[in-house]
């Protein structure tokens, strides 16, 4: 191929059009070398966009959220933080979950689970906002009574953190208090409740024995049931058995003290009650709430009430309308209200209750409980017959007898009585009154009540405050310790004379029946809630018109028990007080 050479022209033609091009190429270099610059700078910067932050940092972020409203709003920022938090098994959900509830620690749980639960449990939180639970029937209603008795039962599981004041708290309790605010559960209501309800609304009596909470209602109801007799108002709904705890009842005598504690006109203990210092007043549980036995604390402030003219007074208040007949066997305290809604039963008769406030400073009674000395003096069978607070006999191990005649072995099971530090707690006690009096009694565990609530014990005691003979040597009669001085010096503050009572143990076990005692003495059953920090019951006088079937019999014939449920005067008593006790 025969190629011509360029003419001179063409030559100058490329040589411009190389020099053009060149130039252009430099200029596209330089363009796209200034767009490269500023990736390079921002390789060189760190990373501040949340879709390049690792999980364990949007997970930390996510902690500082104060609702689950923020934290809603944070999962929406970007991606990134939507997959992270969107991942049940991402730590944040225990995180959460532990800031507000109590973990509990019998159980192992993922973090799957505790996401799902959390979110359940704080659903039904806002949700309690819109109901306001009245008897427990309604299906909302018993979402959020099954939550707070898992609240309940699962409180200080965890390590007790420790709160403004040093003292232990639960994150489980503050969720409570907040669902009953938002539910008014804690408005006494008393008409006819699922037992789950009442047993909540009762362990919660710390919660209203404040100053600060609403005046309640229903207070006529409550008074009757205090004043009433033990056959229309028992402590247990099973007879003598007494394991079953009648938590109507128990509500009533909170829901009468209650009225005295907020409504100032009664001017009873409005004003007392105001002056105790916040760690004087009913305190909430301080540790996990168990089955079982366990000792109580020491020093103790408590209240009764009285009515004057008790003879005449009460037997108006205990009285039915003309014609009206309870069912027997079947105690309950709603029946017994239906002859209040007569306008007519009460007329304009008001009856003005007594706390006896003035014989102390304070206007409260003070007691102090003795666990630590074992009681040397038996119980006496006359105490027991009147208060029957010991628990039942247990059985034995079967043990087999080798009969003489030849024929079979056979096994025969025997019981055996309690055992004092395992099956209930003696204790001694004394305490400042209308005058200073020592006490003496039993306290036995009771099993769950409610349908699943534990922590219940049983608590009897005699109190008494004269000076009875005693028997001595040569049947000549020996003065017992005077009880104008019934305290020792201890340690631990003023303590029981053992003297006292230890002769005084002694001479009911001397006697017959307890009406033969030279001595005023009261007698008392009553429940401790859960936790061990209220105490509620009723005081009587067992030397007022014995009945017929405590007579004591001689020998070792015993009294014939009643059967489960039967409605028994076992008492004796004409005058009925109801109780509060807490401890300080």
Same mark, same amino acid.
């Given at each position: 191929?025969?190629?011509?050479?360029?003419?001179?022209?063409?030559?100058?033609?490329?040589?411009?059009?190389?020099?053009?091009?060149?130039?252009?190429?430099?200029?596209?270099?330089?363009?796209?070398?200034?767009?490269?610059?500023?990736?390079?700078?921002?390789?060189?910067?760190?990373?501040?966009?949340?879709?390049?932050?690792?999980?364990?940092?949007?997970?930390?972020?996510?902690?500082?959220?104060?609702?689950?409203?923020?934290?809603?709003?944070?999962?929406?920022?970007?991606?990134?933080?939507?997959?992270?938090?969107?991942?049940?098994?991402?730590?944040?959900?225990?995180?959460?979950?532990?800031?507000?509830?109590?973990?509990?620690?019998?159980?192992?749980?993922?973090?799957?689970?505790?996401?799902?639960?959390?979110?359940?449990?704080?659903?039904?939180?806002?949700?309690?906002?819109?109901?306001?639970?009245?008897?427990?029937?309604?299906?909302?209603?018993?979402?959020?009574?099954?939550?707070?008795?898992?609240?309940?039962?699962?409180?200080?599981?965890?390590?007790?953190?420790?709160?403004?004041?040093?003292?232990?708290?639960?994150?489980?309790?503050?969720?409570?208090?907040?669902?009953?605010?938002?539910?008014?559960?804690?408005?006494?209501? %008393?008409?006819?409740?699922?037992?789950?309800?009442?047993?909540?609304?009762?362990?919660?009596?710390?919660?209203?024995?404040?100053? =600060?909470?609403?005046?309640?209602?229903?207070?006529?109801?409550?008074?009757?049931?205090?004043?009433?007799?033990?056959?229309?108002?028992?402590?247990? +709904?099973?007879? %003598?058995?007494?394991?079953?705890?009648?938590?109507?009842?128990?509500?009533?005598?909170?829901?009468?003290?209650?009225?005295?504690?907020?409504?100032?006109?009664?001017?009873?203990?409005?004003?007392?009650?105001?002056?105790?210092?916040?760690?004087?007043?009913?305190?909430?549980?301080?540790?996990?709430?168990?089955?079982?036995?366990?000792?109580?604390? +020491?020093?103790?402030?408590?209240?009764?009430?009285?009515?004057? =003219?008790?003879?005449?007074?009460?037997?108006?208040?205990?009285?039915?309308?003309?014609?009206?007949?309870?069912?027997?066997?079947?105690?309950?305290?709603?029946?017994?209200?239906?002859?209040? =809604?007569?306008?007519?039963?009460?007329? =304009?008769?008001?009856?003005?209750?007594?706390?006896?406030?003035?014989?102390?400073?304070?206007?409260?009674?003070?007691?102090?409980?003795?666990?630590?000395?074992?009681?040397?003096?038996?119980?006496?069978?006359?105490?027991?017959?009147?208060?029957?607070?010991?628990? !039942?006999?247990?059985?034995?191990?079967?043990?087999?007898?080798?009969?003489?005649?030849?024929?079979?072995?056979?096994?025969?099971?025997?019981?055996?009585?309690?055992?004092?530090?395992?099956?209930?707690?003696?204790?001694?006690?004394?305490?400042?009154?209308?005058?200073?009096?020592?006490?003496?009694?039993?306290?036995?565990?009771?099993?769950?009540?409610?349908?699943? /609530?534990?922590?219940?014990?049983?608590?009897?005691?005699?109190?008494? /405050?004269?000076? !009875?003979?005693?028997?001595?040597?040569?049947?000549?009669?020996?003065?017992?310790?005077?009880?104008?001085?019934?305290?020792?010096?201890?340690?631990?503050?003023?303590?029981?004379?053992?003297?006292?009572?230890?002769?005084?143990?002694?001479?009911?076990?001397?006697?017959?029946?307890?009406?033969?005692?030279?001595?005023?003495?009261?007698?008392?059953?009553?429940?401790?809630?859960?936790?061990?920090?209220?105490?509620?019951?009723?005081?009587?006088?067992?030397?007022?018109?014995?009945?017929?079937?405590?007579?004591?019999?001689?020998?070792?014939?015993?009294?014939?028990?009643?059967?489960?449920?039967?409605?028994?005067?076992?008492?004796?008593?004409?005058?009925?007080?109801?109780?509060?006790?807490? !401890? /300080?």
């Amino acid at each position: 191929m025969l190629i011509a050479p360029f003419s001179k022209k063409k030559r100058r033609l490329l040589h411009r059009s190389n020099q053009k091009s060149s130039a252009a190429g430099g200029a596209g270099e330089a363009s796209r070398d200034q767009e490269q610059k500023p990736y390079a700078e921002e390789e060189n910067r760190p990373v501040t966009t949340l879709n390049h932050l690792s999980p364990e940092i949007v997970v930390r972020i996510a902690v500082f959220t104060a609702t689950d409203r923020e934290l809603c709003n944070f999962q929406t920022i970007c991606p990134r933080t939507y997959a992270v938090i969107a991942e049940p098994r991402a730590s944040i959900w225990r995180t959460k979950y532990i800031q507000t509830y109590d973990l509990c620690r019998q159980v192992v749980i993922t973090n799957a689970e505790l996401k799902k639960e959390y979110q359940t449990r704080q659903r039904v939180v806002a949700g309690s906002r819109h109901v306001r639970i009245r008897d427990g029937y309604m299906p909302k209603e018993q979402i959020i009574v099954e939550l707070l008795k898992i609240l309940i039962t699962e409180s200080f599981s965890l390590i007790p953190r420790q709160n403004a004041e040093g003292v232990a708290a639960s994150k489980n309790l503050l969720v409570v208090a907040k669902i009953c605010g938002n539910s008014h559960l804690l408005e006494h209501n %008393l008409e006819v409740a699922i037992p789950k309800l009442v047993a909540i609304r009762l362990v919660l009596t710390h919660l209203v024995l404040d100053t =600060n909470s609403i005046v309640p209602s229903g207070f006529e109801y409550s008074q009757q049931a205090v004043y009433g007799h033990p056959n229309d108002f028992p402590l247990f +709904t099973d007879g %003598l058995l007494k394991q079953e705890i009648n938590m109507e009842y128990l509500l009533h005598i909170a829901n009468f003290f209650q009225y005295h504690i907020t409504e100032p006109d009664e001017q009873s203990l409005y004003s007392y009650f105001a002056a105790l210092a916040n760690d004087e007043k009913p305190q909430a549980w301080t540790a996990p709430v168990q089955a079982g036995l366990s000792k109580l604390g +020491t020093h103790w402030k408590g209240s009764y009430a009285y009515l004057h =003219n008790a003879e005449t007074v009460v037997e108006h208040l205990r009285s039915h309308l003309p014609g009206y007949a309870p069912p027997p066997a079947t105690p309950c305290c709603s029946r017994h209200f239906a002859r209040l =809604n007569d306008p007519g039963y009460r007329g =304009n008769r008001i009856y003005m209750d007594d706390l006896d406030t003035e014989t102390s400073p304070d206007g409260f009674v003070s007691l102090h409980l003795d666990f630590s000395r074992p009681r040397t003096t038996p119980w006496p069978e006359v105490f027991e017959l009147h208060l029957r607070g010991l628990p !039942p006999r247990r059985p034995a191990p079967a043990i087999a007898s080798q009969p003489t005649d030849g024929s079979s072995s056979s096994s025969s099971q025997i019981s055996v009585p309690p055992t004092p530090g395992v099956d209930y707690h003696p204790f001694h006690g004394s305490g400042h009154d209308t005058a200073p009096y020592a006490c003496a009694g039993n306290l036995a565990p009771l099993p769950d009540q409610a349908g699943g /609530f534990p922590g219940f014990q049983y608590v009897t005691m005699i109190k008494w /405050f004269a000076n !009875p003979l005693v028997g001595g040597a040569n049947n000549v009669a020996a003065p017992w310790p005077s009880l104008v001085s019934p305290f020792v010096a201890a340690p631990s503050g003023m303590q029981p004379h053992p003297l006292v009572v230890e002769a005084m143990l002694g001479a009911a076990r001397r006697v017959a029946d307890i009406a033969e005692l030279d001595v005023e003495i009261w007698a008392y059953e009553g429940v401790v809630l859960p936790g061990g920090k209220i105490m509620l019951g009723r005081w009587w006088s067992p030397r007022e018109t014995p009945d017929e079937d405590l007579v004591a019999h001689d020998g070792d014939e015993d009294v014939e028990p009643a059967m489960p449920g039967e409605a028994r005067d076992y008492h004796g008593e004409r005058t009925c007080t109801g109780t509060l006790g807490f !401890p /300080f």
